[in-house]
Nanobody
Framework: QVRLEESGGGSVQAGGSLELSCVAS????????MGWFRQSPGKNREAVAV???????HYVEAVKGRFTLVRDTSKNTLYLRMNSLEPEDTAMYFC??????????????????RGQGTQVTVSS
């Protein structure tokens, strides 16, 4: 059974940093699509960063230069290192994975496996 478990969320002030972790069990990170997504109240779930099977990483414009996605296959863990956090980054953050994908890699609905999420709150 595949399980993705996120952790690392919390409350920080603007300009602060957090590191999110997504530990996968029953699933191998290597050679699969994995990503971080987020959802704020009243908004649609949106992609944050996605890693392709070959290792390429796509960041959405809003987080470029501030967030870093790291895939550690030895620990079967996906990380999202977030710096220079802004109040607009406040959201529930989700980890997702899939073996193959048709359509946009930024579409959360295309991912077969999803975690329960971890809350990030950034105060001004």
């Amino acid at each position: 059974q595949v399980r993705l478990e996120e952790s690392g969320g919390g409350s920080v002030q603007a300009g602060g940093s957090l590191e999110l972790s997504c530990v996968a069990s029953g699933y191998t990170l290597r050679d699969n699509y994995m990503g971080w997504f987020r959802q704020s109240p009243g908004k649609n779930r949106e992609a944050v960063a996605v890693i392709l099977p070959e290792g390429g990483i796509h960041y959405v414009e809003a987080v470029k230069g501030r967030f870093t996605l790291v895939r550690d296959t030895s620990k079967n863990t996906l990380y999202l290192r977030m710096n220079s956090l802004e109040p607009e980054d406040t959201a529930m953050y989700f980890c997702a994975a899939t073996d193959s994908i048709r359509g946009s890699i930024l579409d959360f609905a295309r991912y077969d496996y999803r975690g329960q999420g971890t809350q990030v709150t950034v105060s001004s």
